[in-house]
T-cell receptor, first 113, second 114 residues
Framework: DARVTQTPRDKVTEMGQEVTMRCQPI?????VFWYRQTMMQGLELLAY????????DSGMPKDRFSAEMPDATLATLKIQPSEPRDSAVYFC???????????FGQGTRLTVV | AQSVSQHNHHVILSEAASLELGCNYS??????LFWYVQYPGQHLQLLLK??????LVKGIKGFEAEFIKSKFSFNLRKPSVQWSDTAEYFC????????????FGQGTELSVKP
């Protein structure tokens, strides 16, 4: 059963620490999305990649967030330094050639204290 | 600004009631449209999608949606809801002229009373 895998599932960290979230897209998918979900803002698109190249990261605070795809099987989202306002659930999703549906991972629940 | 709007933030229904959740988008050109569902504590799952063809699409669990191009709308419907339909519902748009971005509405929380 193909699925998007995200690690860790839960992360509690102190303000100022670096946080790295990982995503393994479904094999064969060439599009990866990163979303942040909060009660106030809903689902915000942070960044997305096609064929490992970043297409749009305008939704991401550039000073502290970075997203990369070191290879086709791994996408990472880093926050450095983390702040309490970054507390949210971060979802990764993957899809085949766009436009297409996206398949979501289980999410990483981040709490910054 | 281009966006996806869901009109209802929270809908409360009794079991067996009919459901209609509104979704409007502001992107021009060709679009693909989706409804996703998120059960409490879970990830988003696809309910149904529209790419082309018949504007009335049927999805899983008895849901359907109608694409009305002239109204830029893609409303979700279900004739008779069940308690197990309690969840948050998201409309999403993938516009060809947006380079493949998948943009979500704010979501509608549905509570079904047994």
């Amino acid at each position: 059963d193909a699925r998007v895998t995200q690690t860790p599932r839960d992360k509690v960290t102190e303000m100022g620490q670096e946080v790295t979230m990982r995503c393994q897209p479904i094999l064969g998918h060439n599009t990866v999305f990163w979303y942040r979900q909060t009660m106030m803002q809903g689902l915000e698109l942070l960044a997305y990649f096609r064929n490992r190249a970043p297409l749009d990261d305008s939704g991401m605070p550039k000073d502290r967030f970075s997203a990369e795809m070191p290879d086709a099987t791994l996408a990472t989202l880093k926050i450095q330094p983390s702040e309490p306002r970054d507390s949210a659930v971060y979802f990764c999703a993957s899809g085949s050639d766009a436009p297409s549906e996206a398949f979501f991972g289980q999410g990483t629940r981040l709490t910054v204290v | 600004a281009q966006s996806v709007s869901q009109h209802n933030h929270h809908v409360i229904l009794s079991e067996a009631a009919s459901l209609e959740l509104g979704c409007n988008y502001s992107y021009g050109g060709t679009v693909n449209l989706f409804w996703y569902v998120q059960y409490p504590g879970q990830h988003l799952q696809l309910l149904l999608k529209y790419f082309s063809g018949d504007p009335l699409v049927k999805g899983i669990k008895g849901f359907e949606a109608e694409f009305i191009k002239s109204k830029f709308s893609f409303n979700l419907r279900k004739p008779s809801v069940q308690w197990s339909d309690t969840a948050e519902y998201f409309c999403a748009v993938n516009a060809y002229n947006q380079g493949g971005k998948l943009i979500f509405g704010q979501g509608t929380e549905l509570s079904v009373k047994p």
